[in-house]
């Protein structure tokens, strides 16, 4: 009778790191992606968020960033696109999305925050079919800086949904302290370890900067939107807010 093969102990600790090398080799690198989700909505480049989307959806549906940034590439489609009826869809997708994730986590703060601003998107879009939506947005993203006051994403997603509900420049002119804790937390972050998500800051300061002007300092302004340049050279919202400052 044929003996049957045995690997040798060595044989199996060789096979097990190659096994370990490629699982390593093929991970998601999250990094990359935000960079591309980021880039894309800094530059307004519909098209890119849409293979953008394409390429996160591909991901593993174990692994747990996959719906956070479905989530958070929906929201910067709902951003970018002109058309009313794409935004309503892309926010839709962006709210179940935020869903899933929630499933999973449902005390994800990030999450509750970035689908509350997407809900906010949505029922500006249409109130038919989400009742109170824009009362639920609020609720849910006061719970998000409830379970993660510190977090600088939460703080910056709360300033631009108090920001996108002021009804008159007075009432955005006092936002000034939401958006400034905003920045401050993200200047924080930086003093520690990368981590993934880390987006956000560049637009903290151009929140801080519409603000500033909003109050009719265009200094103040000018230099806010000076620090969100630094951070992301082609962010063409603070371009032409920029441009609208020096024009």
Do not use: C, E, G, V
């Given at each position: 009778m044929a003996r049957m093969f045995r690997p040798a102990p060595l044989s199996l600790f060789i096979l097990a790191l190659c096994r370990s090398a490629f699982a390593l080799g093929a991970a998601t690198d999250w990094r990359d992606l935000e960079s591309r989700i980021q880039y894309a909505w800094y530059t307004e480049d519909a098209r890119d968020l849409a293979a953008v989307e394409s390429k996160v959806t591909d991901q593993p549906e174990t692994d747990a960033l996959r719906d956070y940034y479905l989530t958070l590439t929906r929201l910067r489609e709902a951003q970018v696109l002109a058309d009313p009826a794409a935004v309503g869809r892309a926010a839709a997708g962006c709210i179940s999305s935020a869903d899933d994730v929630l499933a999973a986590r449902p005390t994800d703060a990030e999450a509750l925050a970035l689908q509350a601003l997407c809900m906010d998107l949505r029922s500006r879009i249409s109130a038919v079919g989400v009742p109170f939506a824009a009362a639920r947005s609020r609720s849910q993203m006061q719970r998000a800086t409830k379970l993660a006051p510190q977090d600088p994403r939460v703080r910056l997603l709360a300033a631009q949904l108090a920001y996108g509900s002021a009804r008159s420049t007075q009432e955005r002119s006092v936002l000034l302290a939401p958006f400034q804790s905003a920045v401050d937390a993200f200047e924080q972050e930086r003093q520690g370890l990368e981590r993934v998500p880390s987006w956000g800051a560049p637009e903290a300061w151009q929140g801080l900067a519409q603000v500033y002007l909003d109050r009719g300092d265009a200094i103040a302004a000018r230099a806010a939107l000076e620090h969100?340049?630094?951070?992301?050279?082609?962010?063409?919202?603070?371009?032409?807010?920029?441009?609208?400052?020096?024009g």
């Open positions: 969100a340049l630094l951070l992301m050279p082609d962010f063409k919202s603070a371009h032409r807010l920029l441009n609208h400052i020096l």
